[in-house]
């Protein structure tokens, strides 16, 4: 009895190490290797995605509290202030920059 317990118990893990064996025998084939590479991609993306979420939500939540915090200060609030066409930047009040001279017009001045 002991001798056919064993040799089922040698059975079993020939089996076993035949299976792991044969899995690990595809994974270091280029299709096994492609397989990986496309789930670790798959895996990256969704990482990423999730991550833009995150970020937009804590946009929306920190626009939440400025909003608030405008409001609580100045008393109008910020819809009203995009109403009326006022912004909150100073890139408005600037005057626009003289756009740098070609080098043809350069030329012609210093040939002039």
Do not use: C, Y
């Amino acid at each position: 009895m002991k001798r056919l317990f064993w040799l089922g118990v040698g059975v079993a893990a020939g089996v076993a190490l035949s299976k792991k064996a044969k899995e690990t025998a595809r994974q270091a084939t280029p299709a096994g290797i492609a397989g990986n590479l496309g789930e670790a991609m798959r895996e990256l993306a969704g990482a990423i995605g999730s991550f833009g979420a995150d970020v937009r939500a804590g946009m929306v939540e920190r626009e939440e509290e400025l909003s608030e915090v405008v409001e609580q200060r100045s008393g109008v609030s910020p819809v009203a202030r995009h109403a009326l066409g006022v912004r909150g930047d100073k890139r408005d009040d600037r005057p626009a920059r003289p756009r740098p001279a070609s080098r043809d017009a350069r030329a012609r001045r210093a040939g002039s």
